[in-house]
């Protein structure tokens, strides 16, 4: 009995010794910013940034600080606070959310069967609806978010303004190259993503972009243009008037509320958003 | 060296630590899912079950029996395989970094990795010779490198594969597994 208390007790002592030893000799010295600033990174591991996970993201950020401006996760206050470990400044940070650019008006041309996947979809016939540029509606995009940002509302896909962070991880997953990333500050955008004339467009969506140049024409600050039988906003012009609203026949330009705005309960937020 | 030989394939084929003890099996499906990563737990288990056995064999025979506390073996090999682990996790850390990247959490891992413990005590129990016990664990290293290799061979094609949505990823990896294991079982036919 005695004998095993002292030889484990003495194996144990003789085995802490030898590491604490070794730890000295093997020890590796890591900047101590990295592990405050992987605290300050979302963990979201999203890979907008261009780095596999966040930890990855802080080693680099301590070589090369203005790579944090990658990081589209982080809230404000984190951002700051990164911003002032590394000692550099950085102005006000460009937000920005992704929005779906179709109504889904578009009519079937046939039934499809396959696997319920817009990848798989897109393959055939440019899929089965009419129109050639229209959603899916699968929800690809919703598996590829990771922050659960986007949610599929009838046939069409609404954006979560408060979950979305712009990383743009759904616009690799659209088929159809649908999602734009637009300034988190826009207040309309344009629901379609058509170069379809006009005349073939009318005939099978109700809410597609005919390129009636309407909204063009509206649109006092010339922000919006119609190129490729598509209304193009410029952001940079938009003052989000909202004539082009009114003037769009066919409700192709639809109302973007940010989250400021968001007063009402949070389902009626991203249904009114529209997008 | 005949003797040596046959511990060998045994350890290897026969007695397969993962397909035949179904020890560490926390490592087999974690780390079986890219061949790169498998060769590396591959090669750091082969590495760690070596000396392991060389190390716990003269702490057996000349510390352990001498002072008839042999009952103490389990808690005596846990500490230095534990110990052994941290050590080499710290010296890979300081002059492979890219291997210990690539390891993540596995390497310390293998310090709560049955196989490592299992070989260790399975060596006391088979009573083999110090030279023995070193095959051993360097065969069950290599038995287990083969197997990880083999599942993620399995696993990189499953990835293709149209697999029912609720057996995708590691259920299909545990029915694959026990295919394998019984297809491991005919080596039990083998005599040595």
């Known amino acids: 009995m005695i004998e095993a208390v ?17 730890s000295r000799k093997f020890e590796v010295h890591v900047d101590p910013r990295v592990e405050k600033i992987s605290e300050l990174l979302p963990s979201a591991n999203c890979g907008a940034c261009g780095f596999p996970a966040c930890r990855e993201l802080a080693e680099a950020v301590v070589e090369d600080h203005y790579l944090i401006n990658n990081c589209k996760a982080c809230d404000e206050e984190s951002w700051l ?13 460009k937000q920005e959310i992704a929005l779906v650019a179709c109504s889904s008006g578009s009519v079937d041309k046939f039934e499809y069967e396959g696997v319920k996947t817009c990848a798989a979809a897109d393959l055939i016939m440019d899929g089965f609806k009419a129109c050639k540029y229209a ?3 699968f929800g690809d995009c919703v598996h590829a978010c990771p922050f659960g940002a986007l949610e599929k509302r ?8 408060r979950k979305c962070i712009g990383c743009g991880a759904c616009i690799d997953a659209c088929p159809r190259g649908l999602i734009k990333i637009v300034d988190k500050n826009a207040k309309v955008f344009v629901r379609c993503n058509s170069l379809d004339k006009g005349k073939i467009v009318a005939q099978i969506c109700e809410t597609g972009c005919t390129g009636c140049k309407q909204c063009e024409k509206a649109c006092e600050k010339e922000a919006i243009k119609v190129e490729n039988n598509l209304a193009v906003i410029d952001y940079e012009l938009c003052d989000g008037c909202g004539s082009c609203i009114e ?17 009402v309960s949070d389902s009626e937020a991203t249904e009114k958003s529209g997008c | 060296m005949e003797d040596l030989l046959v511990i060998a394939v045994g350890a290897i084929f026969v007695n397969n630590i993962v397909l035949y003890w179904f020890l560490g099996l926390c490592p087999f499906f974690g780390v079986s899912k890219k061949t790169s990563t498998a060769l590396g737990m591959g090669s750091a288990v082969i590495f760690v079950m070596t000396c392991a056995s060389a190390i716990t064999w003269p702490i057996y025979t000349y510390l352990l029996i001498p002072f008839n506390i042999e009952f103490m073996r389990t808690v005596t090999f846990i500490l230095v395989i534990a110990t052994f682990v941290q050590l ?8 492979k970094p890219s291997l210990y990247k690539a390891l993540g959490i596995f390497l310390p891992l293998i310090t709560t990795n049955c196989a490592i413990m299992g070989v260790a005590l399975l060596n006391i129990e088979k009573g083999y010779s110090f030279i023995g016990s070193v095959v051993d664990g360097f065969s069950a290293g290599i038995g287990f490198t083969l197997a990880l290799l083999l599942m993620s061979g399995i696993r990189e094609r499953l ?3 149209n697999v029912p949505r609720s057996f995708q990823d590691l259920p299909i990896a545990f029915i694959s597994a026990a295919l394998l294991a019984l297809a491991f079982m005919a080596f039990s036919g083998m005599r040595l």
């Open chain 1, 154 to 161: 009838g046939s069409q896909f609404f954006v979560d303004f």
């Open chain 1, 81 to 93: 606070e990164i911003c002032d470990i590394l000692g550099i400044e950085l102005g006000k940070r």
């Open chain 1, 6 to 22: 002292v030889v484990i007790g003495a194996l144990g002592i003789v085995f802490g010794v030898g590491l604490a030893y070794a």
């Open chain 1, 247 to 263: 003037a769009c026949k066919f409700g192709t330009i639809v109302p973007v509320f940010p989250s400021e705005d968001a007063v």
């Open chain 2, 159 to 161: 990835e293709f594969a």
């Open chain 1, 135 to 137: 959603c899916l509606g």
């Open chain 2, 88 to 95: 080499i996790e710290m010296v890979i850390r300081k002059y």
